[in-house]
């Protein structure tokens, strides 16, 4: 470009005049000889060049009639320019000199950003204007810029440039400053996305911006008004905030931003329903915080339990014995219960005291939490009969509930202690007597849990209405904590772990109590809370009727990462690698990891793509941890921890953690998150529809068990039709919807506004306009070929016209499918209060009886599911 060559001007009179066009050594402007015009005058200042556009687009080709249609399209070009958007309408002897032309001037428009911004950025701290500064000033410059490159990096950087010179001075020029950030902070992960959504621009105009937005991050509701704001936001250079755009860096600083988070923003607050029971929740649990070390020589500090409360633990043990040193730690706990969460604590006392200092320690409790303090009387809550439910989260928000063990019962309440393997949960002695400790289980379940003896299907149905608590094991001398996921697939709302404690089973809680803005409850899933459901987390499917989903996880790239804490290193340097565990119900248990980055220190790149199948979403957990092969001992880098329904598509920023759980400065992964059948995530949404293409002949439709109770089994029979239906409408929604993307030539998991862009680029013919028009039949958008098309085009109408026919039988059938499956789940519902007489009239006992309960229970889950879904 610089050297020059011979391009066309074309202008809207239709004359053509053949100049010899040169881009200046300095890369400011664009000039170009013979011309009229003087020196001055003859000229294109890069600056001013709004966009490049390629082919026959502006109106100057347009309508230049018969002279265009001799242009040769792929030699053609345009650059758009000035604040009235003018064009100057180019075209260069063969396409490889347009491609020149183009990359080129789209290369300036994002590097002169960058080139001016590192300009005045360097001017700041060049107090005298000579174009030099010291060596501290330039890296303190460039760690400010770049916040969380290392000092050291760049001061070598620094060295390497004065040794290649031979310089004698370490002063640092304004150039071999603008060197020294291009080559450090220019992220090529990062670059390559850039490049490819801008067409090789290498900056972002607001409109790149949407689409980038809507097709990639998820975000449907996207304006332009709202790109020009994350434009100001994050664009360091004043030339592309005043010209609207987005370049290298601004576009490097906005995916690390917090808005490109993997976790989801609306689960950093409060997101799910707080009016049910509180044994539909599971509970943020302590256990032992109080003590450091191990659990029989541990030392007492209050900072534990201080953490605790801080990071919403909503239940804490805490051991009482004789004398008067209860009162200041319950001063602790009263002070820190409600600054976090203002959802009721529950204090499990582990008393051993006698009757006289129970009484004591019943006043204390009295002094110390006030009106806080849950009593019957204050707040009466119903705790007899078998139709009881408990409180829920809002009603006794800002109040503590005091849960104490209760006396074995040949004891009659004046004297005697409890022993720490008793499990029960209750109130005993002086202290109920006195009214302030809430009886957990309603009076009509039972008190003890023989977890050994129990199913997983049964330990379910015990949790939705008893509150449940495990912990660790008591005779163990270590603070280890077990894995709490095993627990919660079984309904457990109450699972105990040491929070002092660091690792996987910590940060698996931490991950898990983030999803509902980190208030201490999280719902359970609605299979755990339906009076009538059936879930066993040890069944492949896990949910009846729901396929799996699946996550496509792409690791791109790793940075800033700091050097494991622990010792027995090889060489300084790093050889990172990044493990992937899915946990959840055993179906979905996995773990896949990269290869290793083997001496690629802190910014290793990966570009490595991982798929899971998700049986139970509402169980699953992601956990990424970044390991160091180049460790012999503690290889441990971060980890971070989120729950699936937390995960939000695209390109995301994924912050990592230390082994304490506190954010490591500045460390990241980059990566690509993708879910095909994804149902809903915590948000109000339709349900998505799934890739999976099944003929009809070979689908596995959704069946209904046979109970041997005839009244029950007629009435469940109604519902085959509708299933059978409801498949087939699901079933050709996605299989039509994939083929239409696998015909633009697109993976699954592209977004429909994708394809409709590919497919309008086909449509459009070399003069510019359209073969095909978009008229709406019946309310339904349809295509119209207005042109004779190629086979390969007509194809991918026929493919579009399909699709559409098959969205429409879904939308006009759904609902009355959908209300003939609700009229069967509520004709079989009405036989569940009769249904143990109902089997033993049809001479079924025993074993038998207990099966027929249970495929009674699994027929309505299935109607439940494929209502829902419909």
Known sequence: MQGGCELKKIRPNSRVYCRFYTLDPDLSCLRWEPSKKDGDRARLDVSSIREVRTGKSTETFLHNGPLSEHLAEEAAFSIIHGDEYQSLDLVALSADVANIWVTGLRYLLGSKMRSEWLEAEFAKVDEDGYGIVSEDVAVSTICKLYPGIKEAKVRLRFKEIQRSKEKLTSHVTREEF?????ELCTRPDVYFLLV??????????????????????????ATTEGCWELLRRYEPSAQGRERGLLGLDGFARYLQSPECQLLDPEHLGVCQDMNMPLSHYYISTSYRSYLLDDQVHGRADLGGLIKALQSGCRCLELGVTDGPDGEPLLGVVNKYAFLTSQYPLLVYLCQRCSPVQQRTMAQHLKKVFGSRLYTPEALPVSLGGRATTLPSPEQLKGRVLLVGKKLPPDQDGSDGDVSEEDEEIGGGGPLEELGVVLVVPPPSQPRKLPSNKLSPEDLVMFTKRTLTRVRPSSVRLDSSNPNPQGYWKGGVQLVALNQQTPGAMLDLHRGRFSQNGGCGYILRPAVM????????????????GVPPQTLRIKVISAHNLPKPQGSGAKGEVIDPYVVLELHGVPADCAEQRTRTAAQNQDDPLFDETFEFQVNMPELALLRFVVLDDDYIGDDFIGQYSVAFECLQPGYRNVPLLGLAGDPLPHTSLFVHVAVTNRRGGGKAQRRGLSVRRVGRRGREYVTLRH????AVDETFKAAASPLKEATDLREDAQSTTASFKEQCGLPAVAKLKQCIQSLATRLQSPEGTMGAAMVLKDGYP?????VSLS??????????????????????????????????????????????????????KGRKLIKAVESFTWNITVLKVIERKT
């Open 178 to 182: 603008q060197e020294a950030f291009c």
């Open 529 to 544: 809370r339906d009076e009538v459901s059936y879930f066993s987390a040890h069944t492949q499917g896990c949910v009846p």
């Open 196 to 221: 490819q959504l801008s067409k090789d621009r290498e900056c972002l105009d607001p409109q790149d911006l949407r689409l980038f937005l809507e097709t990639e991050q998820g975000l449907s509701l």
């Open 707 to 710: 109970t041997g109770i005839k």
């Open 791 to 844: 086979e390969p085009t007509r194809k991918l109408l026929a493919a579009y016209d399909t699709m559409i026919a098959a969205q429409k039988q879904l939308i006009e059938n759904a609902d009355c499918v959908q209300e003939r499956i609700a009229q069967v789940q509520r004709e079989g519902m009405e036989f569940h209060e009769d249904l143990s007489r109902l089997g033993e009239k049809e001479g079924l």
């Open 782 to 786: 349809c295509l119209e070929a207005l």
